[in-house]
Each structure stands twice: as structure tokens, then as C-alpha cells.
């Protein structure tokens, strides 16, 4: 298994070992154990599947209040994503800060963003399933978002023309957001 260091340290891009040949591949994605050893310590206890039928898809920015709050685990089943994590610790030297990277069914590649993170990703390709590892419950009210759009932000995306929830749409800017990371 390989770490790979972000701009925001605590988001981690992870490798595991690929092996392929003439029938196609298989990886180790998940390994407790493994995981332990590179300080990868978080007790997942669901997984959490999406299908996006559409490239442009975006889901996010969502975060829970720190008693319900989520490390999150994502990697692409089929297709891709624009996966993004968002610095939401008012203390922190990278407050407002975000990291986005390329997931895919190709790459195999994993994000693992913890607590204190808002998570959020565009799909690249139709018919896109991301599956994600949690280690807290869903807490409906906890839920909480920013928009995605925020300029404050300035977020990358790969298109503007995104598909979005009700929900989405009405996230407020970081600056407004209901948020109790210190």
C-alpha cells in the first residue's frame, strides 16, 4: 500500500497493489490490519454507494457537526470523479483550503478525508458508482453542506454546468455555514 501526501496533509490519496492480467485485476482495497499499520486507525462501520447516471453530477459539499462527524473512505466502482475536500477547522492553518484529485475505476485510487472536512465530487463520466467507507452513522441532524459554488472557495471543478440536488443547491458559504470544528 502506498500513502500519498495531499496539499492539505491530512487527506490522503492511497494506493493498494494491483494485480492484472488477461481476466482483468484484483486489490486488497480494504484491509484493517494493513490499513493499521500505515496509522490508518478509523473504525469504519457502514458503507455508503452512489450511481450518478450523468457526467456533471455533483454532490456536495456535505459535512456532519462534530458529534456525528465522518472520516470518509471514497473510491470509484466505475467511472470517475473530481473528489474534493474542504478544510473546515476554524483553527486551522489551512482553513478554507481544498484539495481536489481524480478518482477511477481505472486509477483505483482512494481519498480518505477526515473529520472535520467537507467532502464533495463531480462526476467526470456517466454511469459513475462511488462506494464510501464512514466511521460514524448518517445523522440527519447533524447534516450539514456549503455550497459548492462558494467563491471564497474558488473550487476547480472540471465543468459549470453541474447537476445538483434541491438540497445542493441551497447550501450557504463557508462563512455562513453552521460549523462547530475549532
Not at 119 to 129: A, D, E, S, W
Amino acid at each position: 500500500m502506498k500513502l500519498i501526501k495531499t496539499k492539505l496533509s491530512e487527506v490522503l490519496l492511497i494506493e493498494t497493489p494491483v494485480y492484472g492480467d488477461h481476466r482483468g485485476f484484483f486489490t486488497e482495497s480494504y484491509n484493517k490490519s494493513t490499513f493499521n499499520e500505515f496509522g490508518i486507525e478509523n473504525n469504519f462501520i457502514q458503507d455508503n454507494h452512489s450511481f450518478s447516471a450523468e457526467a456533471g453530477t455533483l454532490r456536495g459539499l456535505h459535512y456532519q457537526l462534530n458529534e456525528a462527524a465522518q472520516t470518509k473512505l471514497v473510491r470509484v466502482l466505475a467511472g470517475a470523479i473530481y473528489d474534493v475536500a474542504v478544510d473546515i477547522r476554524k483553527n486551522s492553518s489551512t482553513y478554507g483550503h481544498w484539495v481536489g484529485v481524480v478518482l477511477s475505476e481505472s486509477n483505483k485510487r482512494q481519498l480518505l478525508i477526515p473529520k472535520g472536512f467537507a467532502h464533495g465530487f463531480c462526476t467526470i463520466t456517466p454511469n459513475t458508482q462511488v462506494l464510501y467507507k464512514v466511521d460514524n452513522y448518517y445523522s440527519k441532524e447533524n447534516d450539514r453542506g456549503i455550497l459548492w459554488s462558494d467563491p471564497t472557495l474558488n473550487i476547480d471543478w472540471p465543468t459549470n454546468k453541474v447537476i445538483l440536488s434541491d438540497k445542493d443547491q441551497q447550501h450557504p458559504l463557508l462563512n455562513e455555514a453552521d460549523n462547530d470544528f475549532n
